[in-house]
């Protein structure tokens, strides 16, 4: 039997490694002949498995002309091509033609094929378009993600085996120049956000008596990620690149520390099994369980204490045998099996995703008519149509729903889905470039990714305030195209009952982000990026007299009455508004940046502000926040020091019956016009705001 495997590229990294661990025990134990394609070499630089597969078989690495894959195929009388990544998948700069791939799957062909999907990103129900003879799954999870797909499935997972073959620690020790009286934690991989040596490097800055060992390449187009780590590595820290020895640097210390947030089933892992080390990794989704008994799951907030643990204990768990072997042999039979059926042939193809609201396609040459049924989440029938192929739907609801959806053929269910966003790519994106908004919503990406243990991608115009503290989502900057992801959600203030369940003006703000994102609602304290700096001044308070509309802004009597007050109880105050707004005896910085602005806030006594992005900013960063809105109700921002007077017109923001105008600047919807135009506001007087403060701050 001829297997030909096709690998989109051979440069270091899982999906090679798994390749080469296929050849080598079908080469070991059973009399398939062998052959390899390289699809795309990426680089001459990282090939330590493919100067290995070269070692064992014939690699053959296309040119420009793709085609000459169907030469190769037919001119070495192929049995099997074993396709190591979905052929619509390979990536963005690897794609496979539409010309190459109808000849690959003609119906008439000779061979098989067969599938393996290495990342759980790809979403066959939104983009499996041509269909193999049978899926080899690296990962048990692959068979809940294809469970729609109809060609036969396995599950052959990578073989974990005792490798150590009298070779021991004390001699990898020596080899690699490791200093016998410290303790070492090693890290394998690719230097990549989904990685996370990020996190590695900052506990290892917390443990300076530790060595810290990365082993793994730099890629150029990481290295955003990796070059700010790299200017500022604790001397405890060295990175050691690609090496084909990385099994020395595991068997050699004393934990492996696998800090990725982001796979489907690394072989690292495994290979750390193998040779028998103490392992601390995030135990994901997507492993189904597979490492239960290997490895101590990662605690983020206590990883330093669990790591000091990890470096004091014994092993304790016994490592498999026979895996190879079996590994070997069923793959020999699943190659058998497929031999021996007809070439798999599917009528349709269906296309289902959550991108911006439900789409679903259905292709092919049937001449049937589908039934098309979408259930929300109360099991209430939302949509029902009937189509025929290459027809769609797009539903016009665009905030979360628990879709499930079901398509008959002749009375018989061809389709069914429940909405699952495990291990999937979801995109959030900011509609609002308000301070805020941003800082309001942010919580709630981490939120909805901690619920559906999904992937969250998302965009804010206010990135560089929450990229560094939330290494759990990955940032793009708006209106980047993103790509392979099966839902997105826009958040923002929307008066559309397909974009948002509820009025958003009669909400609180955070209630916005929860209903889109279908959410419980409850109030979440953002992070945000800050260190402090030098305290400015020794006792102080801040405050923000601006705002985006009239009906939000105080009396300008008031405030200079209020900076009086508690200048004479020997406070400075700092008003860090971004507008010029001068007042007597109050300082406006010169540095009006959000570092600053937010260095000011920190160090000060308290902050006094509007329903404002500057009260939020100070919510954020955890400081005494009194606020001076009437024209909110309470619940509208957050839980802070409010200053109201229910006694005059009030709360009129949040009245179903109006819609703020942002082109009117005296917007007032009662008393516009009138005497009593911003009562709310107006008739709050310093005292009042003073009563308050002494009531629960300075009491």
Same mark, same amino acid.
């Given at each position: 039997?001829?297997?030909?495997?096709?690998?989109?590229?051979?440069?270091?990294?899982?999906?090679?490694?798994?390749?080469?661990?296929?050849?080598?025990?079908? *080469?070991?134990?059973?009399?398939?002949?062998?052959?390899?394609?390289?699809? @795309?070499?990426?680089? +001459?630089?990282?090939?330590? #498995?493919?100067?290995?597969?070269?070692?064992?078989?014939?690699?053959?690495?296309?040119?420009?002309?793709?085609?000459?894959?169907?030469?190769?195929? *037919?001119?070495?009388?192929?049995?099997?091509? #074993?396709?190591?990544?979905?052929?619509?998948?390979?990536?963005?700069?690897?794609?496979?033609?539409?010309?190459?791939?109808?000849?690959?799957?003609?119906?008439?062909?000779?061979?098989? /094929?067969?599938?393996?999907?290495?990342?759980?990103?790809?979403?066959?129900?939104?983009?499996?378009?041509?269909?193999? +003879?049978?899926?080899?799954?690296?990962?048990?999870?692959?068979?809940?993600?294809?469970?729609?797909?109809?060609?036969?499935?396995?599950?052959?997972?990578?073989?974990?085996?005792?490798?150590?073959?009298?070779?021991?620690?004390?001699?990898?020790?020596?080899?690699?120049?490791?200093?016998?009286?410290?303790?070492?934690?090693? $890290?394998?991989?690719?230097?990549?956000?989904?990685?996370?040596? =990020?996190?590695?490097?900052?506990?290892?800055?917390?443990?300076?008596?530790?060595?810290?060992?990365?082993?793994?390449?730099?890629?150029?187009?990481? @290295?955003?990620?990796?070059?700010?780590?790299?200017?500022?590595?604790?001397?405890?820290?060295?990175?050691?690149?690609?090496?084909?020895?990385?099994?020395?640097?595991?068997?050699?210390?004393?934990?492996?520390?696998?800090?990725?947030?982001?796979?489907?089933?690394?072989?690292?892992?495994?290979?750390?099994?193998?040779?028998?080390?103490?392992?601390?990794?995030?135990?994901?989704?997507?492993?189904?369980?597979?490492?239960?008994?290997?490895?101590?799951?990662?605690?983020?907030?206590?990883?330093?204490?669990?790591?000091?643990?990890?470096?004091?204990?014994?092993?304790?768990?016994?490592?498999?045998?026979?895996?190879?072997?079996?590994?070997?042999?069923?793959?020999?039979?699943?190659?058998?099996?497929?031999? =021996?059926?007809?070439?798999?042939?599917?009528? %349709?193809?269906?296309?289902?995703?959550?991108?911006?609201?439900?789409?679903?396609?259905?292709?092919?040459?049937?001449?049937?008519?589908?039934?098309?049924?979408?259930?929300?989440?109360?099991?209430?029938?939302?949509?029902?149509?009937?189509?025929?192929?290459?027809?769609?739907?797009?539903?016009?609801?665009?905030?979360?729903?628990?879709?499930?959806?079901? /398509?008959?053929?002749?009375?018989?269910?061809?389709? =069914?889905?429940?909405?699952?966003?495990? &291990?999937?790519?979801?995109?959030?994106?900011?509609?609002?470039?308000?301070? &805020?908004?941003?800082?309001?919503?942010?919580?709630?990406?981490?939120?909805?990714?901690?619920?559906?243990?999904?992937?969250?991608?998302?965009?804010?115009?206010?990135?560089?305030?929450?990229?560094?503290?939330?290494?759990?989502?990955?940032?793009?900057?708006?209106?980047?195209?993103? @790509?392979?992801?099966? &839902?997105?959600?826009?958040?923002?203030?929307?008066? +559309?009952?397909?974009?948002?369940?509820?009025?958003?003006?009669?909400?609180?703000? *955070?209630?916005?982000?929860?209903?889109?994102?279908?959410?419980?609602?409850?109030?979440?304290?953002?992070?945000?990026?800050?260190?402090? !700096?030098?305290?400015?001044?020794?006792?102080?308070?801040?405050?923000?007299?601006?705002?985006?509309? !009239?009906?939000?802004?105080?009396?300008?009597?008031?405030?200079?009455?209020? %900076?009086?007050?508690?200048?004479?109880?020997?406070?400075?105050?700092?008003?860090?508004?971004?507008?010029?707004?001068?007042?007597?005896?109050?300082?406006?910085?010169?540095?009006?940046?959000?570092?600053?602005?937010?260095?000011?806030?920190?160090?000060?006594?308290?902050?006094?502000?509007?329903?404002? &992005?500057?009260?939020?900013?100070?919510?954020?960063?955890?400081?005494?926040?009194?606020?001076?809105?009437?024209?909110?109700? =309470?619940?509208?921002?957050?839980?802070? %020091?409010?200053?109201?007077?229910?006694?005059?017109?009030?709360?009129?923001? $949040?009245?179903?019956?109006?819609?703020?105008?942002?082109?009117?600047?005296?917007?007032?919807?009662?008393?516009?016009?009138? +005497?009593?135009?911003?009562?709310?506001?107006?008739? /709050?007087?310093? *005292?009042?705001?003073?009563?308050?403060?002494?009531?629960?701050?300075?009491?």
């Amino acid at each position: 039997m001829k297997i030909l495997f096709l690998a989109p590229h051979l440069s270091t990294g899982g999906m090679p490694a798994f390749l080469l661990k296929r050849i080598e025990l079908l *080469q070991k134990y059973t009399d398939a002949k062998v052959y390899v394609v390289e699809y @795309q070499n990426y680089s +001459d630089e990282y090939v330590v #498995h493919k100067n290995k597969i070269n070692e064992l078989t014939r690699i053959i690495t296309l040119g420009e002309n793709k085609m000459m894959l169907m030469d190769v195929i *037919q001119d070495l009388h192929i049995d099997v091509v #074993h396709i190591d990544e979905m052929i619509e998948g390979f990536d963005g700069y690897n794609t496979v033609p539409e010309e190459l791939m109808k000849a690959l799957y003609t119906p008439d062909r000779t061979w098989r /094929i067969v599938e393996t999907c290495h990342n759980v990103w790809f979403n066959p129900d939104q983009n499996k378009r041509f269909h193999p +003879d049978a899926y080899a799954f690296c990962t048990p999870y692959h068979m809940q993600t294809f469970a729609n797909m109809q060609s036969p499935k396995y599950v052959l997972e990578f073989p974990i085996e005792d490798l150590r073959d009298g070779y021991m620690w004390d001699e990898a020790m020596l080899d690699l120049g490791f200093d016998f009286d410290k303790h070492h934690v090693v $890290n394998v991989g690719l230097w990549t956000p989904g990685k996370n040596q =990020k996190e590695a490097v900052e506990i290892a800055r917390r443990m300076p008596d530790v060595q810290f060992h990365f082993v793994g390449n730099q890629a150029v187009n990481f @290295q955003e990620y990796w070059e700010p780590i790299m200017a500022d590595l604790p001397a405890n820290c060295k990175v050691w690149g690609e090496r084909d020895d990385a099994w020395k640097f595991i068997l050699a210390s004393d934990v492996f520390m696998f800090n990725s947030t982001w796979e489907c089933n690394p072989l690292v892992l495994r290979e750390a099994i193998s040779y028998g080390c103490k392992i601390l990794a995030r135990n994901l989704p997507q492993y189904c369980g597979m490492f239960d008994e290997y490895i101590t799951p990662i605690d983020e907030n206590n990883l330093k204490a669990q790591l000091i643990e990890a470096l004091n204990k014994s092993i304790q768990y016994e490592i498999p045998v026979g895996q190879s072997e079996q590994f070997a042999r069923l793959h020999d039979e699943m190659y058998r099996a497929v031999c =021996k059926a007809a070439p798999y042939k599917h009528p %349709i193809t269906i296309t289902y995703h959550n991108v911006g609201q439900p789409f679903l396609e259905i292709k092919g040459s049937s001449e049937s008519i589908f039934n098309v049924r979408f259930y929300d989440e109360s099991g209430e029938l939302h949509y029902e149509n009937n189509i025929t192929c290459n027809s769609w739907i797009r539903l016009n609801r665009s905030y979360y729903s628990n879709w499930y959806v079901r /398509i008959k053929e002749n009375d018989e269910v061809v389709y =069914k889905n429940s909405l699952d966003y495990t &291990g999937k790519r979801v995109y959030i994106a900011f509609d609002s470039k308000s301070l &805020g908004d941003s800082i309001a919503w942010i919580p709630y990406c981490l939120e909805f990714k901690q619920k559906h243990n999904c992937h969250v991608i998302v965009s804010t115009f206010r990135n560089n305030l929450f990229q560094d503290v939330y290494p759990e989502l990955e940032f793009v900057e708006p209106g980047t195209n993103v @790509q392979n992801i099966f &839902g997105m959600y826009t958040l923002g203030w929307f008066y +559309d009952v397909n974009r948002e369940p509820e009025l958003p003006n009669t909400i609180p703000l *955070q209630k916005t982000a929860t209903n889109i994102l279908g959410l419980e609602y409850k109030e979440v304290v953002p992070r945000i990026v800050f260190t402090p !700096g030098k305290r400015p001044y020794k006792k102080y308070i801040t405050i923000a007299t601006n705002s985006t509309a !009239g009906c939000k802004f105080w009396t300008r009597e008031a405030w200079q009455e209020l %900076i009086n007050h508690y200048t004479n109880e020997g406070y400075k105050i700092v008003n860090v508004s971004l507008e010029d707004n001068p007042f007597d005896n109050c300082i406006v910085p010169e540095d009006k940046s959000i570092e600053n602005t937010m260095n000011l806030i920190h160090y000060s006594k308290f902050f006094i502000g509007l329903s404002s &992005g500057l009260s939020w900013l100070a919510w954020a960063l955890k400081k005494d926040v009194v606020m001076i809105s009437n024209f909110t109700q =309470k619940d509208h921002e957050f839980e802070c %020091i409010r200053v109201t007077n229910t006694s005059v017109c009030h709360g009129c923001w $949040n009245d179903p019956q109006y819609k703020f105008d942002r082109g009117d600047w005296n917007w007032c919807p009662v008393h516009k016009g009138t +005497d009593k135009q911003f009562e709310c506001q107006t008739s /709050i007087t310093a *005292q009042m705001v003073i009563d308050k403060i002494e009531e629960v701050i300075l009491q």
